[in-house]
């Protein structure tokens, strides 16, 4: 039987290819998080054109009673989960400043990036530890990197309340991987894609999505030896 990976915010973008590589690459059934089922289903008919075995599931990390049915709707259907991507990510700054950066801001950015992830892993885990090869990949960035954002050079990269975001995910990684540390059946890890061409990368980005993908598909897929509890780009690692 095909291993099954669900990744939030899977309609476009990271999450989308993503899917796509896990399922063309790697064979496995792929769970297409969505929060809008147009856009949902359109991810999933895409795929499945590609011959995938592609399923689009409702989701929005930021409401709880959504997470709760997906995750009832995965242990009913499939009885576990081998793979869950945490990529549903927003950015609402478009430029550096902090003082500016109002609270509604922080507290949406938060919602999603930091809360909807803790929500999806917590709603999943006892599926999770069905599986015999649990792995946990949460989309994080150089931007949540403290030793990259405090290089003078970084300043104006930063956006404040989505670097705190994804050092907050990043905290959450390490914290969830010593829980489980103690069975090394367990890869959980955080990835930065590098500065993609998607909606939120834009199109004077470096890489292609296909491309950065490629540190989020390493992760999913790790081996028996593989590591736990760090944050990579391609095979490097990043400090925290
Ligand atoms: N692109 C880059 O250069 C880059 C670099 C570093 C890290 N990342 C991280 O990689 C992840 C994916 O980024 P991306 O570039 O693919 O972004 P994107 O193109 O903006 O796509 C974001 C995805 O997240 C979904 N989403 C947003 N809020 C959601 C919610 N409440 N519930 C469920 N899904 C939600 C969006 O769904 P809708 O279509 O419904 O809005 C969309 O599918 C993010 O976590 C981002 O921070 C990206």
Redesign the pocket.
């Known amino acids: 039987m095909s291993k099954i990976a669900l990744i939030?915010?899977?309609?476009?973008?990271?999450?989308l290819e993503t899917a796509r590589q896990l399922g063309r690459d790697h064979g496995f059934t792929v769970l297409l998080?969505?929060?809008?089922e147009a856009?949902g289903v359109a991810a999933q008919d895409e795929l499945r054109g590609e011959g995938l075995d592609a399923h689009f599931i409702a989701?929005?990390?930021?409401d709880e009673d959504s997470v709760a049915k997906a995750a009832r709707f995965i242990g009913q259907e499939y009885g576990l989960l081998d793979v869950l991507v945490n990529?549903?990510?927003?950015?609402l700054e478009h430029s550096f400043k902090v003082g500016g950066v109002d609270l509604e801001t922080w507290k949406q950015t938060f919602d999603?990036?930091v809360f909807?992830a803790v929500a999806l892993t917590n709603a999943t885990l006892p599926l999770l530890e069905k599986s015999d090869e649990p792995r946990v990949v949460n989309?994080?960035?150089?931007?949540g990197s403290l030793t990259e954002i405090s290089k003078p050079q970084m300043k104006t990269w930063i956006r404040a309340s989505?670097s705190a975001s994804?050092a907050a995910l990043n905290a959450y990684t390490i914290a969830l991987a010593q829980e489980k540390s103690a069975d090394p059946k367990w890869k959980i890890n955080a990835a930065?894609?590098?500065?993609?061409k998607?909606?939120?990368?834009g199109p004077q980005?470096l890489m292609s999505?296909a491309q950065?993908v490629k540190t989020v598909v390493q992760l999913a897929t790790l081996g028996k030896e593989g590591p736990s509890g760090g944050f990579f780009h391609v095979s490097k690692t990043i400090n925290w």
């Open positions: 939030s915010g899977a309609n476009r973008g990271l999450g998080g969505a929060r809008d856009k989701l929005d990390v930021t990529n549903a990510g927003i950015m999603v990036n909807g989309l994080s960035a150089i931007l989505y994804k930065h894609p590098g500065w993609a998607t909606d939120m990368g980005a999505a950065g």
